[in-house]
Every structure is written in structure tokens, then in C-alpha cells.
């Protein structure tokens, strides 16, 4: 059950970095971006760690026979490592990408280039057997509703509290 690492591995990254590129000027979205980055990972972490569904390349039987005699293998200082895969965790950061880039910009041809590197991501998970169609799907779910939150959640902060503008005491 040994996992070999692939270049599937840095294409989240990638993403990522585009998009710290493409919100280069909007330094506001931007830092909430990152900070928003860091969250829907530790959410995948812990959504992993609950739902403990395994990778499609493992075989089920010997995971759980592993898992109810030697955790140590499953677990590295308590965090599942790379035997589970829901939700994925690929689909999850592209998809949270997409999407708040979206928000942000409402820019259709940044969503196409965004959509089309997080479908070419989706796949090859699919492809090298790395996660199932359901894990793909709800790792995309999670990181779009993950990022129309954060961007909710900016847009109350750029607005602040709307205060009624004083009276000026002038004529009507």
C-alpha cells in the first residue's frame, strides 16, 4: 500500500498561484483569499478524518483491518495522511479557487481558464485511480460553497456598517 507521489501532487499549487497573481492588484480579496486557502485545506484535513472513506487504489479490506490494528500507518501525529480521499482534496482547493477568482473578478474568461485547469485536475484524479467520481464531486461542492462564503463574508467587511449620512441642516 505504498503511495508514490506524482505531479498531480503541485497542480493545486499552481492554481493557487495563478490566483495570487490574478488578485495581485485587489490586495484586499487577495488576503482573504490566502487566509481562505488555508481554511478550506484544514476543512479537507477534518472532513477526512470524520468521513475516513479510502482512496478507490487501496484495497478496502486491508485498510480497515489496518485501521482497527495499527493506526500509526493512517495516521501521522493524528492526521489521516494519504489514504483517504473524501472529499478530494484536489477538486476541493481548485474548485474554491475557481470560484472565488469568479466572485471577485465576474470575469467570464478567467472562469474558463479556471474551469478548465480544475477539470483537467478532476480528471487525471479519476484517471490514475487516485479518487472516485463521488470524492471529485464533493471535494468541488465543498470548495465552491467554501468560497462563495468567504467572498460573503469579505463584501460585509468592505461594506462595514451603513450608517443613515447625517443631517445637514439645509434647506429641502
Known amino acids: 500500500m505504498e503511495y508514490q507521489y506524482h505531479y498531480t ?15 495581485i492588484d485587489k490586495s484586499y480579496m ?11 485545506i ?7 478524518g470524520i468521513i475516513q472513506d479510502p482512496c478507490p487504489m487501496y484495497d478496502e479490506r486491508k485498510i480497515n483491518l489496518a485501521k482497527s490494528n495499527d493506526k500509526h500507518s493512517f495516521f501521522q501525529n493524528g492526521i489521516p495522511f494519504h489514504l483517504f480521499g473524501m472529499p478530494s482534496g484536489h477538486a476541493q482547493s481548485c474548485f474554491f479557487s475557481t470560484a472565488f477568482v469568479y466572485f471577485v473578478l465576474r470575469k467570464m474568461n478567467w472562469l474558463y481558464v479556471y474551469l ?3 477539470t483537467i485536475i478532476c480528471y487525471e484524479r479519476l484517471i490514475h485511480n487516485y479518487q472516485s467520481l463521488l470524492q471529485v464531486v464533493v471535494g468541488g461542492i465543498i470548495g465552491i460553497a467554501v468560497a ?10 468592505i461594506k462595514g456598517e451603513i450608517k443613515e449620512k447625517p443631517d445637514d441642516d439645509g434647506p429641502i
Open 42 to 48: 484544514l476543512l479537507n484535513v477534518i472532513l477526512k
Open 148 to 157: 462563495y462564503a468567504l467572498y460573503m463574508f469579505t463584501n460585509e467587511k
Open 116 to 118: 478548465f485547469l480544475s
Open 30 to 40: 487577495l488576503y482573504y483569499y490566502n487566509i481562505g486557502s488555508f481554511i478550506n
Open 9 to 23: 501532487e503541485l497542480e493545486p499549487l499552481a492554481v493557487a498561484l495563478l490566483s495570487n497573481y490574478v488578485l
